[in-house]
């Protein structure tokens, strides 16, 4: 499983949009990149997958850059609730023996 | 190496049937979890334990239940199943709690997972 580098938290304000990138250098050919949103007391909530150039829909955008070692989570407008921890994951539910959360990072969205 | 196993990895089962899955780490972890993954990859939460205290989400019908004969084991039984909980169910652990307040961002490692398919 790819080894994941997140910056640990963030801060931003109501109405700006907000990109938090992961850097995956030894994603392998067949790892998709996935990005979950966790608040507390609550399971990870899935936003996002992609696998090359970029993905779009009702949440964010997903962008990846031709190499895949990097991945870029955009949210546009963001509000409060939006305060949460942000999980890149590379690799495949299913696949791969281990599936493992780090640290993620910490959104702080402030009004 | 396997910090946290499952098993089966497949259940493939009749309504009405009483199953149980199992779980095993090997970290140390104080945390174990329960997750129900749906047809959306939508991770929900089923139950956290520790030593201390079992967190239930009121959502989970109390057909679920999940037993810990010690620290390195939290095992799920399902009496009477029905067609809806097919879906995957992923075990997870961490040094310390995620839910009931305790800090959000501490590593979660999670399980293979079980893929239930009840018929």
């Known amino acids: 499983l790819a080894k994941t580098t997140q910056p640990i938290s963030m801060d931003s304000y109501e109405g700006q949009e907000v990109n938090i990138t992961c850097s995956h250098n030894?994603?392998?050919?067949?790892?998709?990149i996935t990005w979950y949103q966790q608040f507390p007391s609550q399971g990870p909530r899935f936003i996002i997958q992609?696998?090359?150039t970029k993905v779009t829909n009702e949440v964010a955008s997903l962008f990846i850059p031709a190499d895949r070692k990097s991945s870029t989570l955009s949210l546009p407008r963001v509000s409060l609730s939006d305060t949460a921890v942000y999980y890149c994951?590379?690799?495949?539910?299913?696949?791969?023996?281990?599936?493992?959360f780090g640290k993620g990072t910490r959104l702080h969205i402030l009004p | 190496d396997t910090a946290v196993s499952q098993t089966p990895k497949y259940l493939v089962t009749q309504m009405g049937n009483d199953k149980s899955i199992k779980c095993e780490q090997n970290?140390?972890?104080?945390?174990m979890y329960w997750y129900k993954q749906d047809s959306k990859k939508f991770l929900k939460i089923m139950f956290s334990?520790?030593?201390?205290?079992?967190?239930i989400n009121e959502t989970v019908p109390n057909r679920f239940s999940p037993k810990s004969p010690d620290k390195a084991h939290l095992n799920l039984h399902i009496n009477s199943l029905e067609l809806g909980d097919s879906a995957v169910y992923f075990c997870?652990?961490?040094?310390?709690?995620?839910?009931?307040?305790?800090?959000?961002?501490?590593?979660?490692?999670f399980g293979p997972g079980t893929r239930l398919l009840v018929l």
């Open positions: 997870a652990s961490s040094q310390d709690s995620t839910a009931s307040g305790g800090a959000v961002g501490e590593t979660q490692y």
């Open positions: 030894n994603i392998a050919t067949n790892d998709y």
């Open positions: 992609g696998y090359k």
């Open positions: 994951l590379v690799g495949e539910w299913g696949r791969d023996d281990k599936i493992i």
């Open positions: 970290l140390g972890h104080d945390t």
């Open positions: 334990y520790n030593n201390k205290e079992l967190i």
